[in-house]
């Protein structure tokens, strides 16, 4: 399933014919991308199979220009040993399967959901934030009740509305992810109010970059990575 996730509505600049961006990132992984551009200090990377990849500049070490264009067997053998391989399973622990569950369920790339729980709550089902969040997925009494969440300390009713949310943001800011992440910390109006823009609290910009950091570090292992 095509994930919504991680997708921008930045213009890229795409490559010539056959031509595609080996991107390296600082622990030494690379994926390939189709194309790629940098702006206010993160990179958007197009993939392969149609998703988009957003990353702080500070995590890639080199982009190498290469002609490549893999066949559709091959894609669809990365996407199957991305999904066998999954990095954020051991840091979920019991919530794994809930996680991957909640994220297929939404549309949602799996690594993007776990790393929101970790930033979260540390993956820790009766979390209670200063704030007044609840549960895995710290939730506000308006948002579960928005959202279907009648118990937010139970770790399934916590995912499935923290993921609705989460795709709910997707959608409403065009995909832009940094901007879905920046909403579900700091509320979707505190975006508008900022014209559109990530708020410049220090406390969001912290939470969208470690989300993204996260979720890539957690894609798992593989030298290639591609999107549900």
């Known amino acids: 399933m095509r994930a919504l996730l991680l997708f921008s509505c930045l213009c890229l600049v795409a490559g010539p014919a056959r031509a595609a961006h080996r991107v390296v990132f600082e622990d030494g992984r690379s994926l390939v991308a189709e194309a790629t551009t940098s702006e206010d200090g993160f990179t958007t990377l197009r993939l392969l199979d149609g998703g988009v990849l957003v990353v702080p500049n500070h995590r890639i070490a080199a982009v190498e220009v290469q002609d490549l264009e893999p066949p559709p067997e091959e894609v669809e053998a990365r996407a199957a040993a991305l999904r066998q391989d999954e990095a954020w ?16 369920r939404h549309g949602l790339d799996r690594a993007l959901l776990a790393a929101v729980v970790e930033v979260e709550s540390g993956f820790q089902p009766k979390a209670v934030s200063p704030k007044g969040a609840r549960g895995l997925m710290q939730l506000m009494p308006a948002t579960a009740k928005r959202f279907g969440v009648t118990d937010p300390f139970d770790p399934e009713q916590s995912l499935d509305g923290g993921a609705k949310y989460l795709h709910w943001l997707l959608q409403r ?4 992810t940094d901007l879905a992440l920046a909403a579900y910390n700091a509320g979707e109006g505190a975006v508008d109010r900022h ?4 708020p410049p609290y220090g406390e969001t910009l912290r939470y969208v970059n470690g989300v993204l950091e996260r979720a890539i570090a957690e894609r798992g292992s593989q030298d290639e990575a591609s999107p549900r």
């Open 89 to 104: 399973r051991p840091l979920a622990g019991d919530f794994a399967d809930a996680i991957a569950a909640a994220a297929d």
């Open 173 to 176: 800011f065009q995909g832009r």
């Open 195 to 198: 014209g559109g823009r990530i």
